[in-house]
């Protein structure tokens, strides 16, 4: 009989740790995982630094039989091999001397298999390797490995690294508690790496992290250098790591800090930023109130007296106005004046994905309606019901155009649809020998609609939402060339049109209570003929204290709807009263999910 270690070339805790690093880094959105490796870096200072860098890759050592073996172990999981390996003379060089080999002994090899994040962006699984024979004398050496995860780090490249840019990023992950962990300059690729221990509080796995900038910065390399004792060395094709394994002193709860101690000065640093910030969404409403957005660009910079007059502000407010924005990010400021960033961009009302009409409501009425959070939290009923007198749906149902901004907001949200039309649910459903219609309940405007059927031209579609819901989405589905394979339904979720393949409810179910939720799903249960599919879009709770924006949804819905979000398994107990079954969910961007749903 053939062991999973023989069938893979790899043992059976190497594949799992491999396929678990795979999935890792195809999952991260680099924000979320900068907060979770700093934990303490948020708000303004948070969206910076994810401004400026993207997640590469994340690193791990494996310990195949023979490299053969190490090719058939990263096909069974999943990982090309198609960039070849070579050796690994640094991670050579550190294992002999944490182990006392003979580095002759050690041959370790370093492949990059590449891999995609949530949003196709390309990434790499940095995998180094260390062949062990079974039953050879490394064996003890590659089981303490395996328990400590030594060589296991994430990566981050900067984006256009300038002097300015690498001294700010390098102070923020000090602040956080990052501490200065080697690094080096490689003439061939012409890059420079900067190594960082984690903080203790990091809140993923890895004990190390790297900064990658293209160029050479051996000026600033040398300042990072210099807050380290172990000598560098340099191999691979990219700079050495040190030797010795040099992590922060852990304090015990013992460990008392007086008043005024660095510790203490950094944690009310840190209370004050996240005070502050309902003072960041109301400086984006207003940026997007007086359009700023549009009276500036990317490119000729303009004084704020100048903007002042366009806009009609008072100038010296505006450049105070302007000063904030540009720390976070939304301007950029020079000696000619201000410019617009790629950030700012998206809060120009023509611009593709505009997020306009989102600062528009989040610096409106559900701004005001976060003044009554405390309500919420006492008596578990909406602050929005507390201060208008009803539901949020209603509410906008009497003001036109606060419905109609609403429904822009939520077009606005709709990069998370980007790999949906993908889904092989779809993409079964477009292949079929007969038209196959899709329908989305409570689609809004039509943004996830559309891009299903503009993706695939032999699909129809059937959109069910409130009257002036459906009146602007028949104009919008109609501007994109596809409205002329949709129907409209006006109604509610007792209407759901039957006969359907493919079902789609999208950020739905969130606004609701369990009750509602078990009633919207036992319409569509009663609606869906056997063959069907479901296919649900909501923000998934993680399962442990991991950052996530479906946390902070939680408190907006609490607040706004009465609504929740949920974890996977709730979602599965909701959906089996109404005789559905989830059969699995994907990540999407916007830290969403897709879940696909069956009738028992």
Known sequence: MTTPALATG?????????????EFVREQETSVLLSRVLPGLDGPELRAVADRCCFAHAALLVFPADHAGLRAGLAACGLPDDAGSRPSVVVRDRLAARHGHDATDLDVRILRPAVHGPSGERRAVEVFALATPPG???????????????????????????????????????????????????????????????????KTPYRRMELYATGDHRDLLAEHL?????????????????????????????????????????AAETLLRLLTGAWTTQALATCAELRLPEALGPHAPRTAARLAHEVGAHPDALETLLRYLAMLGVVTED???????????????????SMRPL??????????????????????????????????????AHDPHLAATFDRSMAAGSRMFDPLPSHPVLTAAAAAPTPRTVIDVAGGTGELLGRILAAHPSLRGILLERPHVVAAARDRLTATGVGDRCAYRVGN?????????????????HDWDDARCRDILRHLARAMPSHADLLVVERLLPTGPTPSLATAWDLHMLCNTGGRERRADAYARLLDTA??????????????HVLHVRKR
């Open 10 to 22: 790899l043992a059976p805790e190497d594949v799992r740790r491999l396929r678990a690093t795979a």
């Open 359 to 396: 600062a528009q409501m989040y610096g409106g009425p559900f701004y005001q309606s976060f003044a009554h959070l405390a309500h919420s939290v006492r008596t578990g009923e909406p602050g929005f019901e507390h201060l208008y007198g009803e539901n949020h749906f209603d509410h906008f």
């Open 579 to 592: 005789g559905l079954e989830l059969v699995g969910h994907r990540p999407l961007p916007l830290d969403a």
């Open 226 to 266: 210099a807050e380290r004792h172990p000598a560098e060395h340099l191999a691979e094709g990219r700079p050495a790591e040190h030797l010795a394994e040099r992590r922060p002193a852990d304090h015990g709860p013992d460990a008392l800090r007086s008043p005024g101690s660095g510790s203490d000065s950094h």
């Open 335 to 353: 000696r000619d004046g201000f410019r617009l960033t790629a950030t700012g961009l998206l809060l120009r009302e023509d611009a593709t994905g």
């Open 493 to 509: 979720f007792a209407d759901v049109p039957p006969a359907g393949d493919v079902y789609l409810l999208s950020r739905v179910l």
């Open 136 to 202: 050879s004398a490394l064996s003890p050496l590659a089981a303490h490995e395996r328990d400590h995860d030594h060589e296991a780090h994430l990566a981050f490249d900067v984006d256009r690294p300038d002097p300015l840019v690498l001294r700010g990023l390098r102070a923020s992950l000090a602040r956080h508690g990052a501490v200065a962990d080697g690094g080096g300059y490689n003439p061939h690729e012409d890059g420079t790496v900067f190594y960082f221990a984690t903080p203790t509080e990091t």
